[in-house]
């Protein structure tokens, strides 16, 4: 009979799981810590049109955190003796803090006017189809925000680079598209039949799920846009 060789400790599936539970959990609770000032305003908050601005400024805290989760994610190390989601999950937010917040504060602006003129429609004498296109545009806006967040978390580019490749990105990858369009309804579903508390709570798991759904444009982005 041939020797097994023996298998490193950390090294076997239970290990692995364990870890990648264990950084859901960290990641998970800084998350949660890092969206609290926003949350909890937030959650004070009347679901009234006038509120919109004060609802932009609650989010505030939401694109740095959700960044700093994608890193910390991405780079978790699969060895249960070699976990520091805690350190990567800082390393990311301080690294990637100047960059996002040059995409997500823009984001969070024009989803706001986008908000404030589909609920005046009438007050502004528009025509009602004039909500169709608003809408469309909206969801293209956080399509595109969506593909800059992954890609400004994960890599170095200027930020008008990132922007061209998250555009870019709409039409190359269709797949990731249609992925983040459920992820968005089904967070969408999540705060008008529940409560922005639920969305808040499973907020771990869809960036996860967010995470996993962009593995196909950043593989392109790391073979085809780095050296």
């Not at 950390?10 to 800084?30: C, E, F, K, N, Q």
């Amino acid at each position: 009979m041939s020797a097994q060789p023996w298998r490193e400790f950390g090294d076997g599936p239970l290990s692995r799981a364990a870890a990648s539970i264990y950084t859901v959990l960290v990641v998970g609770l800084l998350l949660a810590l890092v969206t609290l000032p926003g949350l909890v305003p937030l959650l004070l908050l009347g679901r009234d049109a006038s509120n919109l601005p004060l609802v932009a400024v609650c989010l505030l805290p939401v694109g740095p955190a959700v960044s700093a989760a994608l890193y910390a994610l991405h780079h978790q190390r699969p060895d249960l003796t070699d976990l520091h989601p805690a350190a990567r999950f800082w390393q990311g937010y301080r690294a990637n803090l100047p960059q996002v917040l040059r995409l997500w504060v823009p984001l969070l602006l024009w989803l706001t006017v986008l908000g404030v003129n589909l609920t005046h429609l009438s007050a502004a004498g528009v025509p009602a189809g004039w909500a169709v296109p608003l809408v469309g545009l909206g969801v293209l806006l956080v399509l595109i925000g969506g593909n800059a967040l992954v890609i400004a978390s994960l890599f170095t580019f200027r930020t008008r680079d990132v922007l061209r490749l998250a555009v870019h990105f709409l039409i190359r990858t269709p797949g990731v598209t249609v992925g983040n369009l459920l992820l968005l309804a089904a967070a969408a579903a999540l705060t008008v039949l529940f409560s922005e508390a639920l969305l808040a709570l499973l907020a771990v798991l869809f960036v996860v799920a967010y995470l996993r759904v962009a593995t196909a444009m950043t593989d392109i982005v790391r073979k085809d846009f780095t050296g």
